[in-house]
């Protein structure tokens, strides 16, 4: 069902692709089918969850600096990873600015502190100022709490990008044609130790759904205790490329608080009842005088029967 749901997606944005590419270049593509252009054969995402991303490949960031993922991994904090490249006719503009959607959707995270964001061109010609032309243009409208230096765009060589796109699944051809890449659109997201955790293949990202995606990325070292409650409680649906709520898991999290409320309403019943035993009881050491009625130890009625 998962596959099928991926295969629809892809459909979807290979015509919205054509379309595009069309329009902004006056030429059609060949089809092999009345949907789906030729040229996006061989074009989609093989999932690999809880598979590992190589650490150490070398990549450029948008400063010209020599970075790589084991780098960026070191803060402990996740990464959501795009394959783009910066002369996209389309699809790129299209999933950057909803990515873009998403992180300034998302309130309670802050880009650069609690995860980062990496954008890694699949064009191996790409420039260092060509990708620092491309992170001018989107970070200069992120809302103010995120820290702009957390969105990196990065260019390498054919060999790098290959390997990391290999070990994501991310399948894409080359048009020598119109010198353009056909390529799916997906934000990866990636756990401190380098796992891949999770895919989200929307277009203009829904906020909700991004950061539970985020957090479930971070593995408890992000997030509030009540947003890793809010994940637990929830599930991802493959189906509707979101988030939803798990009946069995909200009923385990009420009956537990319920549990809790009732031991917590307990307590000061429980002290009273002891309070009351204590002050009910008479120390065996103090025993009523028979002769004036006052309370003698047995130590002082010992002693009087003595002197007697």
């Given at each position: 069902?998962?596959?099928?749901?991926?295969?629809?997606?892809?459909?979807?944005?290979?015509?919205?692709?054509?379309?595009?590419?069309?329009?902004?270049?006056?030429?059609?593509?060949?089809?092999?089918?009345?949907?789906?252009?030729?040229?996006?054969?061989?074009?989609?995402?093989?999932?690999?969850?809880?598979?590992?991303v190589p650490l150490d490949l070398?990549?450029?960031?948008?400063?010209?600096?020599?970075?790589?993922?084991?780098?960026?991994?070191?803060?402990d904090k996740p990464v959501i990873l795009s394959l783009n490249y910066s002369n996209c006719p389309g699809l790129c503009v299209t999933q950057l600015n909803g990515i873009l959607q998403g992180i300034n959707d998302v309130s309670s995270l802050r880009l650069g502190t609690d995860f980062h964001l990496?954008?890694?061109?699949?064009?191996?010609?790409?420039?260092?100022?060509?990708?620092a032309g491309t992170h001018r243009r989107y970070s200069q409208d992120l809302f103010d709490q995120h820290d702009a230096t957390g969105w990196q765009f990065w260019t390498g060589s054919k060999e790098s990008i290959e390997?990391?796109?290999?070990?994501?699944g991310f399948r894409y051809t080359y048009d020598a044609k119109h010198d353009q890449y056909n390529h799916p659109a997906a934000a990866i997201f990636i756990a401190p130790n380098g796992k891949i955790t999770r895919y989200l293949y929307e277009l203009g990202f829904n906020g909700n759904t991004f950061k539970m995606a985020a957090l479930e990325a971070g593995e408890g070292r992000i997030g509030?205790?009540?947003?890793?409650?809010a994940l637990w409680c929830v599930h991802y649906n493959p189906m509707e490329n979101r988030y939803s709520a798990s009946a069995r898991r909200l009923l385990a999290v009420s009956a537990g608080f319920f549990v809790v409320v009732g031991l917590v309403a307990s307590?000061?019943?429980?002290?009273?009842?002891?309070?009351?035993?204590?002050?009910?009881?008479?120390?065996?050491?103090?025993?009523?005088?028979?002769?004036?009625?006052?309370?003698?130890?047995?130590?002082?009625r010992d002693r009087i029967k003595f002197q007697s």
């Open positions: 069902m998962r596959q099928l749901t991926r295969s629809l997606a892809w459909m979807v944005w290979a015509v919205a692709l054509a379309a595009t590419t069309a329009s902004v270049r006056g030429e059609d593509y060949d089809y092999v089918s009345d949907k789906l252009p030729k040229a996006m054969e061989g074009v989609r995402v093989d999932e690999q969850l809880g598979k590992f070398a990549f450029r960031d948008h400063r010209g600096n020599q970075t790589s993922l084991a780098k960026v991994l070191a803060s990496i954008s890694v061109s699949i064009d191996p010609r790409e420039s260092t100022e060509k990708a390997k990391l796109t290999d070990s994501v509030s205790s009540l947003d890793m409650i307590i000061p019943f429980w002290f009273a009842k002891r309070g009351r035993s204590a002050m009910g009881t008479i120390p065996k050491s103090v025993l009523p005088d028979e002769a004036n009625g006052h309370a003698t130890s047995e130590c002082e």
